[in-house]
């Protein structure tokens, strides 16, 4: 990697295991715990049935994680044949990535609710032991629905999606003396780190030189911004609205506005675990396909919110979920939505699909960064490796989803990010070339 080892780069990730712990960011809970009647058992047919019924699966309290706990709720996983399945809380993406090492054989879990790019890095071998993990990424969990928040300090200074705001508080922070400004992520390399570098390095600042980019999980994100340890972050909801309805900072913008309809968490499993039980594997990929439709209904997002807000889930008021959820936001600033259409998705538009070029795009920004090597024959050939979109297909069409809802191209085409930048799948170098700010 160049200027950016491997032994670096676990470092960096593995500063959240040690503050892992699950802070309690939460004043109330729900108003009321919503009962969820199960749903009846499909007609499995006997060639067909789980080789197991039993899966342990992980997920972080961020609302993408949803389809897995709608799924648990609404009794979907035991709707095909899966009647022991577990959901279990994990406090921070490296202890994700950890447990998934140890597999549930080793008191681990089998897959999680998961940040894109982890797949790739477990089974390239940037694990907690620094062995190869292999794994499959089996869906999509979302699009869209995450942000970046500013500190109420900096609110004069405009910062939102295009200008020079950030750019000009930099400037003055480092003519005044200051240290660098403190910027948070979720997990080097993720997602959110990605969105985040993304969006300063399009406004001119270079992120791994001009500010300081800290992990932290994401339940930490409030608590630190209310002790001034930070100046921005980048993170999925609650925390957003949560940092707004604590009157502790604002949105800048909402990642749908940087691009539209982005990919975002994915669900993955353990390679061996898939290979080994792939009927059990399809019936879980079936329950979540059927969770992400329930989930994307309108009708039923308030009750989709009031069950994930649960104590057991993810313990904050329903008000800072569904708001968003529903396309209304307050981004604390002034500027109100009260029908964002690029808010979070679970299954239209293709969002469950996990498109390759999706993954390619993910392997190519953390090239950019040189957080794994640049070598673009490699990438492809582990895109084709950790994308099962062939085991997604095959679900969908067992679930009955509509022929004309299953794609047919293993690509979505060419993306437009928010600064008139183009990614074309078919000529990543290309677009890697063409970045200004980067690393490698």
Same mark, same amino acid.
């Given at each position: 990697m160049s200027q950016f080892s491997r032994r670096k780069f676990m470092l960096v990730a593995g500063i959240t295991t040690a503050a892992s712990v699950l802070t309690n960011a939460c004043s109330q809970k729900s108003s009321s715990d919503p009962t969820t009647s199960k749903s009846p058992a499909a007609n499995i047919a006997a060639g067909d049935a789980p080789e197991v019924t039993t899966a342990k699966l992980g997920f %972080? @309290?961020? *609302? =993408?994680?949803? @389809?897995? %706990? %709608?799924? /648990?709720e609404k009794g979907l996983f035991e709707k095909y044949g899966m009647k022991d399945v577990e959901v279990l809380k994990q406090t921070s993406w490296p202890v994700t990535r950890d447990n998934l090492e140890t597999g549930s054989a080793g008191g681990g879990i089998d897959g999680a609710h998961i940040l894109s790019p982890m797949p790739y890095f477990m089974t390239m071998g940037m694990t907690k032991t620094k062995q190869p993990v292999p794994m499959y990424i089996l869906a999509r969990l979302n699009t869209n629905g995450q942000a970046i928040s500013v500190a109420n300090t900096y609110k004069d200074a405009k910062i939102q999606l295009k200008g020079a705001g950030f750019k000009d508080v930099l400037a003055k922070t480092k003519s005044g003396g200051k240290g660098d400004l403190k910027v948070a992520i979720t997990? @080097?390399? &993720? *997602?959110h780190d990605l969105w985040m570098r993304y969006w300063l390095a399009a406004n001119g600042v270079d992120p791994g030189k001009d500010v300081s980019i800290v992990p932290v999980p994401p339940p930490q994100m409030v608590s630190n911004m209310k002790t001034a340890s930070m100046e921005a972050f980048c993170v999925g909801e609650p925390w957003n609205a949560r940092l707004v309805n604590q009157k502790l900072g604002y949105t800048a913008l909402v990642t749908g506005e940087l691009w539209k309809d982005h990919p975002e968490k994915a669900f993955a499993m353990r390679a061996d675990w898939v290979d080994k039980h792939p009927k059990a594997a399809k019936a879980i990929l079936m329950a979540i396909q059927e969770a992400q439709q329930w989930c994307d209904k309108s009708e039923n997002k308030e009750e989709m919110c009031k069950i994930v807000a649960m104590p057991k889930w993810f313990d904050v008021p329903v008000a800072d979920i569904l708001g968003?959820?529903?396309? /209304? %936001? =307050?981004?604390? =600033? &002034?500027r109100i939505e009260t029908a964002y259409p690029n808010s979070m998705k679970f299954w239209a538009n293709n969002t469950s699909y996990p498109y390759q070029s999706h993954d390619l795009w993910f392997l190519t920004e953390n090239m950019r960064w040189g957080n794994i090597p640049t070598d673009f024959v490699k990438a492809k050939e582990l895109v084709k490796k950790v994308n099962r979109e062939d085991l997604w297909k095959a679900a969908a069409t067992a679930l009955k989803v509509d022929a004309k809802q299953i794609p047919t191209s293993t690509s979505r085409g060419v993306e437009t990010f928010f600064d008139g930048v183009k990614f074309d799948p078919a000529k990543p170098e290309a677009y890697l070339k063409s970045l200004k700010i980067k690393k490698a």
């Open positions: %972080i @309290p961020l *609302t =993408d994680s949803a @389809p897995l %706990i %709608i799924a /648990k997990f @080097p390399g &993720g *997602t968003r959820m529903q396309g /209304k %936001i =307050d981004y604390g =600033d &002034g």
